[in-house]
C-alpha cells in the first residue's frame, strides 16, 4: 500500500492512486432519440440473423449429407461459425459501436 504525507505531517493510507469515475446509469432515456443507438440495434439484428441462418443452413446441409463427399463435415462447420463471427464483428464494430479502439483493422 501506498502512504502518502500530507501537508500537516500526518500519514494517510489509501488504497489506490486514482479516482473512480461515477457508475453510469443502467438506462439512459436520451439514449433513445438518438438515431445512432436505431443505427446500432438494427446493425446488431440483422447481424445475429445472417450469423444464424448461414451456420444453421450449414449445420443442416451436414445432417442431410449421404455420402463421404457431400457435405462440408464437421471442419465446415467449424469454419462456418469461425468465418461468420469474423465477418460479423469486422463488418458492424464500425456501426454499432463496439471494440473499435481494440480492433487493430478498423480506422480510428
Known amino acids: 500500500m501506498s502512504k502518502e ?3 500537516e505531517g500526518q500519514t ?3 488504497g489506490k492512486d486514482y479516482v473512480d469515475p461515477p ?3 443502467l438506462l ?3 439514449e ?3 438515431w445512432s443507438f436505431y443505427r446500432a440495434l438494427i ?3 440483422i447481424a445475429t440473423l445472417l450469423f444464424l441462418y448461414v451456420t444453421v443452413a450449414t449445420v443442416i446441409g451436414h445432417k442431410k449429407q449421404t455420402g463421404p463427399c457431400d457435405g462440408v463435415g464437421l471442419l465446415g462447420i467449424a469454419w462456418a461459425f469461425g468465418g461468420m463471427i469474423f465477418v460479423l464483428v469486422y463488418c458492424t ?3 454499432s ?3 473499435l479502439k481494440t480492433l487493430p483493422f478498423t480506422s480510428h
Open 43 to 45: 446493425a446488431e439484428f
Open 93 to 95: 464494430a464500425g456501426i
Open 28 to 30: 439512459d432515456l436520451g
Open 12 to 14: 494517510h493510507s489509501h
Open 5 to 7: 504525507v500530507s501537508e
Open 32 to 34: 433513445l432519440k438518438s
Open 97 to 99: 459501436g463496439k471494440c
Open 23 to 25: 457508475p453510469a446509469p
